[in-house]
Structures are given as C-alpha cells and as structure tokens.
C-alpha cells in the first residue's frame, strides 16, 4: 500500500495537539489549523522536488540521520508540548533542515504563511519548524522500517506527487519553484476532511426538496403580486458599492510614523488597522501584531489561563542597556489602553536575551528590560500589582543562536495574561 505522508501527518495532529500547539503559541486554534494546512503540503512539497535528484535524496537522508528523525518524537508528541522547553527544542532541532530545505525562501515562506493564515511570523516560523520535524520523523520512521537507500527514498517521496495536486497555496508554489506539483491530475479529496464531504452528500440529497419549497413560495409570491399594484423598486446600486468601497478602504490604515529609522523599517510594510475597545477607546494596531494578539487571549472565553508568551514587536532597546527607544511608546500607550479597557487582566512581562556574553550578565539585563517595559505601563496609569516582570536570560530561545536572523530573534521581550 502506498505511503501518503500527508494524510500520516495529518493523523498525528490531532485536535488535541492543535489546541497546545495554540496555547504554545499565543494564536487562536483556528488560525493554528489554517497554518497547518497551508505549511504541510509545502514541506513535502520541498522535499518531493529536492529528492528529484540522487545528490538531494543523500542530503534528506543525511538530515534525517544526522538530526535523528527516527519516529520517536510521534510516540512522545503529546509530551513534547506539555513543556515549553521541549517544544522550542524541537524547532531549534530542525533549524538545519530548514535552512537546508528552503534556504533563502525561508524568511518568505514564514511571511506568506503569517500573512495567509493569520498566525504571527514568530509563531508561522515556529510551525514550520515544528512541522518540518513530525514530516522528517515519519520518513524516517519509514526508512528505519524498511532499510531504504537513497534510492528507494527517492521513490517514497516521488509517489507523494499525487496526493499533493491543487493544495500548496499558489503563493507559496511560486516562491518555491512547485507550481508543477499543483497541475498533476490526481485525486484531491484525500486531503478534504471527511466531514465536509458528509455535508455536500446530505446537502445533494436536500437539493430537490429544496427547490420543491422555494419553488412553492415563488408560486405563492406571484399570486400574492396579481392583487397588488405593482410598485417599482429602483435599487440605489451606485451608493451601496460606493459605500461597500468605502469600508474597504478604510480597513487598513498607514503604518504610524515614528522619527525612529529603525522602527519605521520594521513596521513599513506592516499592515494596520483601528482597534475599539469595550470602553471606547480606538487603538492603532498592527494586524496580527502584539497587541491583536493580546486582545485575542483576552476575547476568547474559552481560555481560562493562559500560560503562553507573546513577543512585543515594537518594542526597542538602546544597545546592550535597558533603556527604551522613544519610539516603543506607541505599543506601550496600546497595551495601557487594553489594560485600562480589562481591568480584570493581569500581565507578566518576561526579558530574554541571545547566548553571547556572560550569562550572569545577561540574566541581570534581561531583567532590566522587563522591569523598564513594566515601569513604562505603571507611569502611564496601570496599578503596580497588576504587574510582575521576570528576567530569564538566554533560556527560552525561540530560534538558534548559530545565526544572526536568530539571535536577534531571541533578544527579546514578551508578555503573558496571569489573569483575566
């Protein structure tokens, strides 16, 4: 029987694994699920085009032995994201077969899945390589199984072809050269979830009762509209277009300018938006920024405590010291303002660092950073015991430390909801 690893690791992600990948994550379970959908197909896809060649099958199975996707990591998934750090070990393990896989579309692919599913970037790279990881297990565990080379590996990862027609996202099959894959005539609906297609059988049975009814009540009409006089309705289609353009332009707004070069190139080609809040005051937001975010955990009645962490994106540091950049009180005076719109809400503020230099040191900075973010909300009106900040120092990476890209990612601060 042929090897499907999409609907295999699809099997293993259970609902119950979207929800703690969810809370890991700071996202809703329903964006969580739609990044799912859209990086699976696209891994595989990657490396279905990589093991083309006899020298790219060696370099999977070299990342697959050299990092050790055995299959373990499936027996003990659940395990995994009960811990924080288990989980964001994981990622930092598939940090190389990322790079290896994607190379320079990396940072691309993390953006386009983001912006398409409405996780965050961090969270979007964190999928990724989460996801990269439970894919390299299973052909690994499939390799384990039956001894394969290269060769037979080649073969496994060909026969995905079919099973991978029509689902990576047309954006990201442009950005990874695998616009071919989405043309091969092949059978879609095994990755349609059964229950979808359960409700377009019961809806074809339905279909001729329903037009019986609806053709009853537009006989009904008719007779009714024979002793009436006829009036004529002049539709004002101009203005409602008008105003449906309107809305539409008025979703997104200009990033808000600041005089910092440095934060205005990071929220340029952001995307903003208005927030009302409960007690009527309007925020300027970014759209799947901290704050969204924020709010998101806040809104959402099915979360009772939430013990995951949500970076600030627009909060800046004057090198290696504690101070705050000017420009960090945009996002300051919005986290005020949801604080002072959720009175019940408590926060707390975590400082992180890279591993380069003296760990003492870092820990003591790092704490620093989180007490400065928290003294910024308690001079602009939050109540002190609302508050707790906390230092962890390098621990807690959320990326590898090997790069640039990703210590500056782990140089960071984040904050959590206590209470709420």
């Keep these: 029987m042929a090897v499907n690893l999409l609907e295999l690791t699809k099997s293993a992600i259970t609902p119950e694994i979207i929800s703690k990948l969810s809370g890991l994550l700071g996202e809703n379970s329903s964006n969580t699920q739609s990044a799912i959908k859209l990086t699976l197909p696209a891994i595989i896809g990657i490396l279905v085009n990589k093991s083309s060649s006899d020298e790219g099958a060696s370099e999977i199975l070299k990342l697959i032995k050299d990092n050790g996707f055995g299959g373990n990591l499936l027996s003990n998934l659940d395990t995994s994201l009960m811990d924080k750090n288990k989980f ?249 303002a949801i604080l002072k719109a959720y009175p019940d809400v408590n926060l707390k503020i975590g400082g992180y660092t890279d591993n380069t230099g003296i760990p003492q040191a870092n820990l003591k900075l790092s704490q620093a950073r989180a007490d400065a973010v928290m003294n910024a909300l308690i001079k602009n009106g939050i109540d002190a015991t609302r508050l707790k900040a906390e230092g962890f120092g390098e621990q807690f990476p959320v990326a590898s430390n090997d790069t640039p890209e990703g210590r500056e990612r782990n140089r960071r601060v984040d904050v959590r909801i206590s209470k709420k």
């Design 88 to 336: 964001f070990s994981i990622i930092n393990s598939a940090t190389g077969t990322l790079s290896s896989l994607f190379g320079e579309k990396l940072k691309e692919t993390t953006n386009l899945i983001s912006k398409d599913s409405g996780v965050s970037s961090n969270s979007s790279s964190s999928l990724l390589g989460f996801l990269a990881a439970i894919v390299m297990s299973l052909i690994g565990k499939q390799i384990t199984g039956n001894g394969m080379n290269s060769n037979s590996l080649s073969g496994l990862l060909s026969g995905q072809k079919s099973y991978l027609a029509g689902l990576i996202p047309s954006g990201l099959a442009g950005i990874l050269g695998l616009a071919g894959l989405n043309k091969i005539s092949a059978n879609i609906k095994e990755y349609k979830d059964k229950s979808t297609e359960a409700e377009k059988s019961g809806f074809k049975k339905l279909l001729p009762w329903l037009l019986i009814g609806l053709g009853a009540i537009l006989l009904f009409f008719l007779w009714k509209s024979c002793n009436k006089e006829t009036v004529s309705v002049k539709p004002k289609v101009d203005s409602v277009k008008a105003e449906v353009k309107k809305r539409i332009e008025q979703t997104y707004i200009a990033a808000p300018k600041t005089g910092d070069a440095l934060m205005d190139s990071l929220t340029g080609t952001r995307k903003f938006i208005t927030k009302a809040l409960p007690d009527g005051t309007e925020i300027i937001i970014a759209e799947n920024g901290a704050e969204a975010q924020l709010l998101k955990f806040i809104e959402d009645k099915n979360i009772s405590a939430v013990d995951s962490w949500i970076s600030f994106d627009r909060i800046l540091f004057e090198t290696d010291k504690a101070t705050l950049r000017p420009s960090s009180e945009y996002q300051g005076k919005n986290v005020v």
